[in-house]
């Protein structure tokens, strides 16, 4: 029995040393891009794309060959995505969209070309590998039926903030813990993507109460 016992720890021991392994050439990977960015003249056009919010440590199945294919090819190019950026029914349309990005086949012509330069795309193979890995994670749209909270007042807020960027999440997704986390993480990007096109606040638009988004949220959260 104690034999058992210490089999199964190491084998816990060397599956965490894997992960440890694998996200620390991720979070190389990702360094490096960066690293090709800063010397490109395209570079701010690329950073601007995704916030830079999202990193390899919080991907789902983080050890999985989908994990790894998105790191290897979507970083080439701009910030991590997140896996719930998109539903699953949109994914397969985006990706074949980056693939024909990624061999300079884009929408900008030589200049696509130019910035693809140097850049892999994805075989067949990873490209299947890469588009069931997204749509197993991707976001699962919310059942507004579910919801009527979301055409009063209390429900606004997260309507608006959220559709701008991706599907509207089910609050089921997440504890009300985790809710907290996810809600900072929003917010620091929108302030990033503000910063970039450089918005101006507009009295006229709706106000966004991050509390009230957060309320929402955890009103309907899983309970464990």
Same mark, same amino acid.
């Given at each position: 029995?104690?034999?058992?016992?210490?089999?199964?720890?190491?084998?816990?021991?060397?599956?965490?040393?894997?992960?440890?392994?694998?996200?620390?050439?991720?979070?190389?990977?990702?360094?490096?891009?960066?690293?090709?960015?800063?010397?490109?003249?395209?570079?701010?056009?690329?950073?601007?794309?995704?916030?830079?919010?999202?990193?390899?440590?919080?991907?789902?199945?983080?050890?999985?060959?989908?994990?790894?294919?998105?790191?290897?090819?979507?970083?080439?190019?701009?910030?991590?995505?997140?896996?719930? =950026?998109?539903? @699953?029914?949109?994914? @397969?349309?985006?990706?074949?969209?980056?693939?024909?990005?990624?061999?300079?086949?884009?929408? =900008?012509?030589?200049?696509?070309?130019? %910035?693809?330069? /140097?850049?892999?795309?994805?075989?067949?193979? *990873?490209?299947?590998?890469?588009? *069931?890995?997204?749509?197993?994670?991707?976001?699962?749209?919310?059942?507004?039926?579910?919801?009527?909270?979301?055409?009063?007042?209390? /429900?606004?807020?997260?309507?608006?903030?959220?559709?701008?960027?991706? *599907?509207?999440?089910?609050?089921?997704?997440?504890?009300?813990?985790?809710?907290?986390?996810?809600?900072?993480? %929003?917010?620091?990007?929108?302030?990033? %993507?503000?910063?970039?096109?450089?918005?101006?606040?507009?009295?006229?638009?709706?106000?966004?109460?991050?509390?009230?988004?957060?309320?929402?949220?955890?009103?309907?959260?899983?309970?464990?």
């Amino acid at each position: 029995m104690h034999f058992v016992r210490m089999s199964a720890l190491f084998a816990v021991l060397a599956a965490s040393a894997a992960l440890a392994a694998s996200l620390a050439d991720f979070e190389r990977a990702v360094q490096e891009a960066r690293n090709r960015w800063a010397e490109s003249p395209h570079g701010p056009m690329l950073e601007r794309i995704l916030p830079p919010t999202f990193a390899p440590a919080q991907l789902p199945e983080a050890r999985s060959r989908g994990a790894q294919v998105l790191v290897q090819y979507c970083v080439q190019c701009h910030n991590l995505p997140n896996p719930a =950026m998109h539903n @699953p029914e949109k994914w @397969p349309g985006i990706v074949e969209r980056m693939v024909l990005r990624m061999e300079g086949k884009g929408n =900008m012509g030589e200049l696509m070309q130019e %910035m693809m330069a /140097g850049v892999q795309a994805p075989t067949e193979a *990873e490209t299947t590998i890469l588009v *069931e890995y997204l749509q197993r994670h991707g976001q699962r749209a919310i059942e507004r039926k579910l919801y009527p909270e979301l055409e009063l007042p209390s /429900g606004q807020s997260f309507k608006i903030a959220c559709s701008q960027c991706h *599907e509207l999440p089910d609050p089921r997704r997440h504890t009300a813990r985790e809710w907290s986390a996810v809600v900072a993480r %929003m917010q620091q990007n929108m302030a990033w %993507m503000n910063r970039v096109v450089g918005n101006v606040p507009d009295a006229r638009e709706p106000q966004l109460r991050i509390e009230e988004i957060l309320d929402f949220l955890q009103k309907y959260a899983r309970k464990s």
